[in-house]
């Protein structure tokens, strides 16, 4: 199985975070793919050369670089491609875990977290908070959290994307495969082949205002 992580990124502070956790999976990711936002690229290559870097248009909102991101994963020959922000913790064995959900479940439409801690690295007193999304006993899960969703191949060629014009387009992508899924045969009142990685190995971090983690307009 060949894995691709897709990334967009415009916090260039935060690249020697991002490096690192690629640098420390125990499964490594095939090819890695940086789509970087308005912003000089130059400090990200020198620092990873083996990063495929690619940079993108101001007026571009998230959904679509993403989607650019993704597009490149699977043009090179990735079985699938996993999100991975740039701030967020993921731990050495995240990558290994996909591969092992996806060769457990190879129905998936999609793989993820459905449960996660949120850290907060600016503000040391204060405890980490436990999200818990309801989940099936055969492994399912009607939410997955957006920094972990992985997308095989399978479901890239049957045409689900992100919303190009989406600022915040996880949500929309959970809509979106769910109704692609029931159009292609699912049977209503079921839970979608939406597959948990379980709930360990990944924290988002939230930092201060200045951080920036809704995905704003740069312009």
Same mark, same amino acid.
């Given at each position: 199985?060949?894995?691709?992580?897709?990334?967009?990124?415009?916090?260039?502070?935060?690249?020697?975070?991002?490096?690192?956790?690629?640098?420390?999976?125990?499964?490594?990711? /095939?090819?890695? !793919?940086?789509?970087?936002?308005?912003? #000089?690229?130059?400090?990200?290559?020198?620092?990873?050369?083996?990063?495929?870097? &690619?940079?993108?248009?101001?007026?571009?909102?998230?959904?679509?670089?993403?989607?650019?991101?993704?597009? &490149?994963?699977?043009?090179?020959?990735?079985?699938?491609?996993?999100?991975?922000?740039?701030?967020?913790?993921?731990?050495?064995?995240?990558?290994?875990?996909? &591969?092992?959900?996806?060769? &457990?479940?190879? /129905?998936?439409?999609?793989?993820?977290?459905?449960?996660?801690?949120?850290?907060?690295?600016?503000?040391? %007193?204060?405890?980490?908070? #436990?999200?818990?999304?309801?989940?099936?006993? /055969? +492994?399912?899960?009607?939410?997955?959290?957006?920094?972990? !969703?992985?997308?095989?191949?399978?479901?890239? #060629?049957?045409?689900?994307?992100?919303?190009?014009?989406?600022? !915040?387009? %996880?949500?929309?992508?959970?809509?979106?495969?769910?109704?692609?899924?029931?159009?292609? +045969?699912?049977? /209503?009142?079921?839970?979608?082949?939406?597959?948990?990685?379980? @709930?360990?190995?990944?924290?988002?971090?939230?930092? @201060?205002?200045?951080?920036?983690?809704?995905?704003?307009?740069?312009?």
């Amino acid at each position: 199985m060949r894995i691709a992580t897709v990334t967009a990124t415009r916090r260039p502070w935060m690249w020697p975070h991002l490096v690192a956790g690629l640098a420390a999976q125990t499964r490594r990711a /095939d090819v890695s !793919i940086v789509i970087v936002h308005a912003i #000089e690229p130059g400090p990200l290559v020198a620092l990873a050369p083996s990063l495929i870097v &690619e940079e993108a248009p101001s007026a571009w909102k998230l959904g679509r670089l993403l989607n650019a991101g993704l597009r &490149e994963a699977f043009r090179l020959g990735a079985d699938v491609a996993c999100i991975w922000d740039d701030d967020d913790r993921y731990d050495p064995g995240y990558l290994a875990s996909v &591969e092992r959900a996806i060769g &457990e479940h190879p /129905d998936a439409w999609l793989v993820g977290k459905h449960a996660h801690w949120t850290e907060f690295p600016d503000e040391p %007193d204060r405890k980490p908070v #436990e999200y818990v999304a309801p989940s099936h006993a /055969d +492994g399912r899960a009607h939410w997955l959290a957006g920094p972990t !969703i992985a997308i095989p191949r399978a479901t890239w #060629e049957r045409g689900l994307r992100y919303r190009d014009d989406a600022p !915040i387009p %996880d949500g929309p992508l959970l809509q979106d495969a769910a109704a692609l899924w029931l159009a292609s +045969g699912g049977k /209503d009142g079921e839970w979608p082949p939406f597959y948990s990685t379980g @709930s360990d190995g990944f924290a988002l971090r939230r930092f @201060s205002a200045t951080h920036g983690h809704a995905w704003v307009d740069p312009r």
